[in-house]
């Protein structure tokens, strides 16, 4: 079956402007997490999105937002962007039922390599 | 919050030789432990992980270990192989509550060296 897609998979970008970033999850995955990886700060976790809502929230600023639409697949926007926002974004997908034995283990996809300029 | 410490930044062993890489993790409540490989300019993937009513897992070459009283669980390679040269991360998680928010471990660095 296919796996998690993300697009693009590279894009640069000035401060200031915005940026989508969209992921498709495996078929019948109804969680979509998403994560910033930078060499200093390591997998950092910015919101995860189940069934349309969102469940859980990181510590990033209101500037970075997401959501997810009826067919589980997610974007997430970040605004008035910041030289340090640069970094790879990776999402990832799991069935998430919690409670269900392996409904948490996590797919990624290869991610979208944001520069900010 | 949960914070996950991980050591060593880098590891550098012979090929054959065996490799291990330690995690803290300060939540007790967490029950989660998830390790993952990072192949250079490739995506995280799963390798192995534990929950916490289990000791010790293992498959194949990889085994992890989780002491729940002393919060830390270790990554155990044995047999190295070129092939295994990769970042590690190591996660942890409640399940329950923290569903996919997995706090990481800043990565160790795997050299393995034919």
């Known amino acids: 079956k296919a796996g998690v897609t993300q697009t693009p998979r590279y894009l640069i970008k000035t401060r200031g402007q915005q940026v989508t970033l969209s992921c498709s999850p495996i078929?019948?995955?109804?969680?979509v997490s998403w994560y910033q990886q930078t060499p200093g700060q390591g997998l950092q976790f910015l919101f995860e999105y189940f069934s349309e809502t969102q469940r859980n929230k990181g510590n990033f600023p209101g500037r970075f937002s997401g959501r997810q639409f009826s067919n589980s697949r997610s974007e997430m926007n970040v605004s008035t962007l910041e030289l340090g926002d640069s970094a790879l974004y990776l999402c990832?997908?799991?069935?998430?039922?919690?409670?269900?034995?392996?409904?948490?283990?996590?797919?990624f996809g290869a991610g979208s390599r944001l520069t900010v300029l | 919050g949960e914070n996950v410490e991980q050591h060593p930044s880098t590891l550098s062993v012979q090929e054959g030789d065996s490799a291990v890489i330690k995690c803290t993790y300060s939540?007790?409540?967490?029950?989660?432990f998830p390790w993952y490989k990072q192949e250079l300019g490739k995506r995280p993937q799963l390798i192995i992980d534990i929950r916490s009513n289990v000791g010790e897992k293992k498959d194949q070459r990889i085994a992890v270990t989780l002491n729940k009283t002393a919060k830390h669980f270790s990554l155990h390679i044995t047999e190295t192989q070129p092939e295994d040269s990769a970042v590690y991360f190591c996660a942890a998680s409640m399940i329950e509550t923290s569903g996919s928010r997995l706090t990481f471990g800043e990565g160790t660095q795997l050299t393995v060296n034919p």
């Open positions: 990832a997908s799991s069935l998430g039922d919690r409670g269900i034995s392996g409904a948490n283990v996590l797919t």
């Open positions: 939540d007790s409540a967490s029950n989660y």
């Open positions: 078929s019948g995955h109804r969680s």
